[in-house]
């Protein structure tokens, strides 16, 4: 069911409706840990000394001599010659404060078993897997690789390789076997810890031989440990070489690992993200700037504080659970939860039920979930005790204004403030929000850049735009959390976000997408490109508006086009696919492909079931094409190129615009009917 702007038919009521800024309560500004607006004047004059303010948020072995060096740009480094331990700083520190029997990570399986690590106990077990790590070979600055989905195994492992220096490189557990290892390859890792399997709505699924399959794809010798999740349940396989966790960790418990002390430019792990291209790009984010920022901002924004029960619910395989479920609520010494599961097993209100027994202060999570949720109704949340929630979140893709309405009355009992975060892998944290004791909210706009980043919105042409008009956003100063590289691609990393402005540029004010390298060394200033299109208000807050490159955003995660592409032309019988991101009520995207068959294939459901597992096959369940569609020709502009924006409208219901200037139009007819039959 949806009204005419196609969101989910919700109760509201008229007050409410009509509500266009919010404020916080004085309840929560009083205990706020950043409540004073004079901050942004702060970071604004004092930039970028202002920094040594997310900086002081650590200890460090050895103090930074420069807050950034800029003189590579837009190779930044920040915090030079400062050296420190990521694992140090969200584990011993906090025990050496006492802080030893504090839980650190609670942890709820989806069959509803519980486990929880205090302090302490997360140490302990750090430290005997990296021994054990350490023992299998890895030195530092090898990368390992984790397919692991959420067990309180995946941090652990990755506390463990920071404490030895050795970059992790987590793939989403439901990412498919092919995308492990080229992932693996790309990062020439010798080392995978996985598990046998784990649940999904009751179900066991086999994880194990998916990674099996993936390794054989692997061009290195690899050292596998296999964690195990299902006990009994499926049998816990090993193979010839693969190595057990829970016997590694009991060879090597009480083993002590001193954390060994990084740069803090010295890389902490990669993250492979989609763009443009096939390729997977492996974002580098670094010990210092990344630690500190991620402290910073769960510090300023998430107002995490160490006696909370704090809860994200993103899954560990992105970068939001890399930066708000381990590496900043870890260095501020909270409590952070982990979910095993999905939040309608076994029934509708699993997730209200977790934030009553666990007393949860705060909760963020994807504006996909929450349309879920209103779609299944305020019945479910309304059957727990929710009052322990101080603050909620969200991230990942835009809030439509009903959507935040619904989650501010419904979950947060109109007293909590919501704090729309928008950032990327990139940017390792949040970049644009309000902050949560200090700006007024306003439903469906993330808010302000952060204290100390200069966000803008501006035309093709490098000019700021006015108030309401579309542009692109831009970033114009480096932050801390910014990805230092594309790993082992420097030039690719110029390509994809970056464009120089010198003053050849202003004259022919030429900006149509980061361009290349060439003029390098003239450049006077850098300006940073996340592809995503945005409006500014008068009060300087941001709306994003989504990608405007080919990627496109399923529940908030990215995908890339070409990948799901090459994937649907290696199926027998595929001669061309164009895959385009379609409205969806729930999803906010969804994969709708257009494909061309050989002359001698088909069209048939046998056929359109192949394209689906090749889909999946090659990248994973996410990206399965919530449409299939056979057509005999894309339409193409006259010059050749497929009409994109023509093939979303057609998948999101939009009314089409001019297609005189096509060289096929009649095919936009045939391909909408197909649309309409529902063939
Ligand atoms: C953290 C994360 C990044 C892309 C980004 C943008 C979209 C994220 C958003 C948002 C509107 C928000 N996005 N947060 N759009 N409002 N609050 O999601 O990283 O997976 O790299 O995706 O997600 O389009 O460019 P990542």
Avoid at 414 to 437: F, K, R, S, Y
């Amino acid at each position: 069911m949806s009204d005419d702007t196609g969101e989910p038919e919700v109760e509201l009521e008229a007050r409410l409706e009509e509500q266009e800024t919010f404020e916080p309560s004085d309840s929560f500004v009083e205990q706020a840990n950043v409540s004073d607006p004079d901050v942004y004047e702060e970071f604004e004059e004092n930039w970028p000394d202002c920094w040594e303010r997310a900086a002081d948020l650590l200890s460090w072995d050895e103090e930074y001599d420069t807050v950034l060096e800029d003189g590579d740009a837009p190779f930044y480094e920040w915090f030079t010659g400062g050296e420190l331990n990521a694992s140090y700083n969200c584990l011993d520190r906090h025990v050496e404060e006492g802080a030893k029997n504090r839980a650190a990570i609670k942890w709820e399986g989806e069959l509803g078993e519980t486990r929880t690590y205090t302090y302490g106990d997360l140490l302990n077990e750090v430290e005997a897997f990296a021994a054990a790590l350490r023992d299998l070979g890895v030195e530092e600055d090898d990368v390992v690789t984790l397919y692991m989905p959420m067990i309180p195994e995946l941090p652990i492992a990755m506390l463990a390789c920071a404490r030895l220096g050795a970059p992790h490189s987590v793939v989403f557990a439901g990412f498919s076997a092919d995308a492990l290892a080229t992932r693996m390859n790309s990062a020439d890792s010798e080392y995978l810890v996985t598990c046998d399997g784990y649940y999904r709505r009751g179900d066991a699924l086999n994880h194990k031989e998916k990674a099996d399959k993936g390794l054989r794809g692997v061009e290195n010798d690899v050292q596998t440990v296999v964690v195990d999740r299902l006990g009994d349940e499926l049998t816990h396989f090993l193979g010839n070489d693969a190595h057990d966790y829970d016997e590694l960790v009991a060879d090597h418990e009480g083993a002590s690992v001193e954390p060994v002390s990084r740069d803090a430019e010295d890389m902490l792990f990669l993250m492979y993200t989609s763009g443009t291209t096939g390729e997977p790009k492996g974002v580098k984010h670094t010990t210092g700037g990344y630690l500190a920022y991620t402290a910073w901002t769960s510090h300023a924004v998430l107002d995490v504080k160490p006696e909370d029960t704090y809860w994200c619910t993103a899954d560990i395989g992105w970068i939001t659970g890399h930066s708000y479920i381990v590496y900043g609520p870890l260095a501020l010494g909270t409590t952070t939860m982990m979910y095993e599961g999905t939040p309608d097993y076994p029934d509708k209100d699993r997730l209200w039920e977790l934030i009553e027994r666990n007393r949860v202060d705060t909760f963020y999570t994807a504006p996909t979930a929450i349309r879920s949720f209103m779609k299944w109704g305020s019945e479910y949340p309304e059957r727990h005790d929710l009052s322990s929630l101080r603050l909620l979140g969200t991230v990942g893709e835009p809030i439509n204004p009903r959507a935040w309405k619904w989650y501010y009355k419904h979950i947060g009992d109109e007293e909590c403030p919501i704090v729309d975060t928008w950032w990327q892998t990139e940017t390792g944290g949040m970049m644009i929000t309000t902050l949560p004791a200090i700006n007024e909210m306003k439903p469906g706009s993330a808010g302000p850049p952060l204290p100390g980043i200069d966000a803008r919105v501006v035309d093709a042409a490098g000019e700021e735009i006015s108030a309401g008009e579309a542009g692109y956003l831009t970033v114009n100063n480096p932050w801390p959390g910014m990805l230092r590289t594309l790993y082992q691609n420097d030039e690719r990393f110029i390509d994809e976000y970056w464009t120089e402005y010198s003053d050849a540029d202003a004259v022919n004010g030429q900006l149509t997408s980061p361009h290349s390298s060439e003029s390098r060394e003239d450049a006077d200033e850098w300006v940073y490109f996340p592809e995503d299109g945005a409006t500014v208000d008068d009060d300087g807050y941001v709306t994003v508006l989504g990608r405007v490159d080919d990627v496109i955003n399923v529940s908030g995660h990215r995908l890339g086009t070409m990948e799901i592409e090459s994937a649907i032309v290696g199926v027998p019988g595929v001669a061309e696919a164009a895959v385009v991101g379609g409205d969806h009520e729930i999803k906010g995207e969804a994969v709708y492909t257009y494909v061309i068959l050989e002359d001698d294939a088909e069209p048939s459901e046998d056929m359109r079931e192949r394209i689906v597992a090749a889909v999946e096959d090659d990248i994973g369940p996410i990206a399965r094409p919530e449409e299939v569609l056979f057509t005999p020709e894309l339409p193409k502009t006259r010059s050749g190129k497929i009409m994109r924006r023509l093939l979303e409208d057609i998948a999101s219901g939009n009314e089409l615009g001019d297609t005189s200037t096509l060289r096929n139009p009649e095919i936009v007819d045939e391909i909408a009917r197909q649309v309409d039959d529902g063939t």
